[in-house]
Every structure is written in C-alpha cells, then in structure tokens.
C-alpha cells in the first residue's frame, strides 16, 4: 500500500527511559486522503502505532467500545495499512529523532507558546484600551473620524 509520512508531532520524549509518545500525519495518495492521530508509543524497542478511534458505549450492553474511524472492509488491505504506516512511521520518526539540525514538533510546547502569544496580545490590547480611555474624549473623536483634517 502506498503510504506517505507527512509530519510527526511529539508529546512526550525522555531519552533516558527510551520513552517516546505522540502522532503522525500521514497521506494515502491513491486515496486523496490525509489522516492525522495516528498515535505512535515506543518504549525502549517496543513500537505501538494506533489509527485514531473513538469511543462510545454499545446500545445493546452498555459496554465502552472503541472503535477505529478508519478501516477497509478488505482484511488483507487492512492489513497492508497497518503494516505500512508501522515501516514507514518508525523509520521516520528514527530519522526525524537522528536528523539535530531540524527541531521537533512538540505539541504541548507549541500551544502553550501559543496560549503566550495570545495573553501578551490581550495584555497589550487592555494597556492600549486604558490609554484611549484616559484621552479626553473630544480628541478621541476627532482623531478617529475619517473626516478628520491633518
């Protein structure tokens, strides 16, 4: 099965315990697809690679279940899926975690740079807002109106 790796996001990496967690991107060219959340977990040499699923309860016994939102009907191509994204997904992310000239993508460290940007922009939206209040209010109209005269 043709299979592409697009980007790997990480979530946790502790070298000393060998301990890696986080999610690929990958794309099915034959199909036009991209799928993101295919979960990725390695301890020491142990690779876990998971398609994303969701989570529900069964109507008939109440149970949770899981189950995947991608799949084939066909086994073998299943199969084939499964297989494909565990060689290429592995290899990636050895050459990405070798490869010391391009930073990783840490997701949590992302959003919160993120979440950062945003509060210094609030902050300095509420200093800016305070300074328009404590003008006299005839030269707040006059320098806003697009009528205004140089």
């Excluded at 697809?33 to 008939?60: A, C, M, Q, Y």
């Excluded at 990783?104 to 939206?125: C, G, P």
């Amino acid at each position: 099965m043709e299979l592409e790796i697009i980007k790997f996001f990480v979530f946790e990496l502790d070298e000393e315990k060998e301990k890696l967690i986080g999610n690929l991107m990958i794309r099915l060219p034959d199909l036009g697809i991209r799928i993101l959340g295919v979960f990725v977990s390695r301890r020491k040499d142990n690779w876990f690679f998971g398609v994303p699923k969701g989570k529900g309860t069964h109507h008939e016994t109440g149970e949770a279940v899981k189950y995947p939102f991608i799949f084939f009907e066909d086994r073998e191509k299943q199969r084939a899926f499964i297989d494909a994204i565990r060689e290429k997904g592995r290899a990636f992310i050895e050459a990405r975690l070798a490869d010391k000239e391009t930073p990783l993508i840490f997701l949590k460290k992302l959003q919160k740079d993120l979440k950062k940007v945003d509060s210094q922009k609030a902050k300095e939206s509420a200093a800016e807002t305070k300074e328009m209040d404590s003008l006299p209010k005839k030269t707040v109209a006059r320098s806003t109106s697009k009528f205004a005269k140089a």
